[in-house]
């Protein structure tokens, strides 16, 4: 199984600043590997997928990079609609794997 | 619009049994594989299982086989998962989710619907 970790658990971030989360898989997945942002209630919504396109209706202050194991996703200017939980996840093999989750907070 | 809507979950006695239905519009749903994803309370997201859009392959996580038995209607734009045996550590919001595929492989899933709370207790 894939292990996909996910760094920092918690992120504290003024709104306007840049956040960076940080994903990292247990072995190689190429660029098979999605982020979700997960709002309280909601369901999860796709935000990028092959780790650095941006799916539709996105906002383009998100931003996805990295290959391999190492993964980064970018919000260039933080909005108040932005904090939630962030996850990454695998698709390069199964079983699919999520990380545990970057939940980011208004500092 | 896609639209996924879940329906089934509910409470019930460890070493119960539920069936999870997805109904799903705005697609042409044959055409896509669909799976379930699970959050327990205040947990992370798991996948549970995938089945391919003409329903001949299916996939599961460890956790759940043996257990747990995706299927789809593509007459009635049905996905469905029937939970057996069920134990406490099942207790979890049930997502189904769209997944895009390309010829034998399975991607990201792009859509999810709301999701149903099964709780699992005496």
């Known amino acids: 199984e894939i292990v996909m970790t996910q760094s920092p658990a918690t992120l504290s971030v003024s709104p306007g600043e840049r956040a960076t989360l940080s994903c990292r898989a247990s072995q190689s997945i190429s660029t098979h590997l999605a982020w979700y942002q997960q709002k309280p209630g909601q369901a999860p919504r796709l935000l990028i997928y092959g780790a650095s396109t941006r799916a539709t209706g996105v906002p383009a202050r998100f931003s996805g990079s990295g290959s391999g194991t190492e993964f980064t996703l970018t919000i260039s200017s933080l909005q108040s609609d932005d904090f939630a939980v962030y996850y990454c996840q695998q698709y390069n093999a199964w079983p699919l794997t999520f990380g545990q989750g970057t939940k980011m907070e208004i500092k | 619009d896609v639209q996924l809507l879940e329906s089934g979950g509910g409470l019930v006695h460890p070493g119960g049994s539920l069936r999870l239905s997805c109904a799903a519009s705005g697609f042409t749903f044959n055409t896509y594989a669909m799976s379930w994803v699970r959050q327990a309370p205040g947990k992370g997201l798991e996948w549970v299982s995938t089945?391919?859009?003409?329903?001949?392959?299916?996939y599961c996580a460890d956790s759940v086989k043996g257990r747990f038995t995706i299927s789809r209607d593509n007459s009635k734009n049905t996905l469905y998962l029937q939970l057996n045996s069920l134990r406490a550590e099942d207790t979890a919001v049930y997502y189904c989710?769209?997944?895009?595929?390309?010829?034998?492989?399975?991607?990201?899933?792009?859509?999810w619907g709301q999701g149903t709370l099964v709780t699992v207790s005496s």
């Open positions: 989710a769209k997944q895009v595929t390309s010829g034998n492989a399975y991607y990201h899933f792009d859509c």
């Open positions: 089945i391919s859009g003409g329903g001949s392959s299916t």
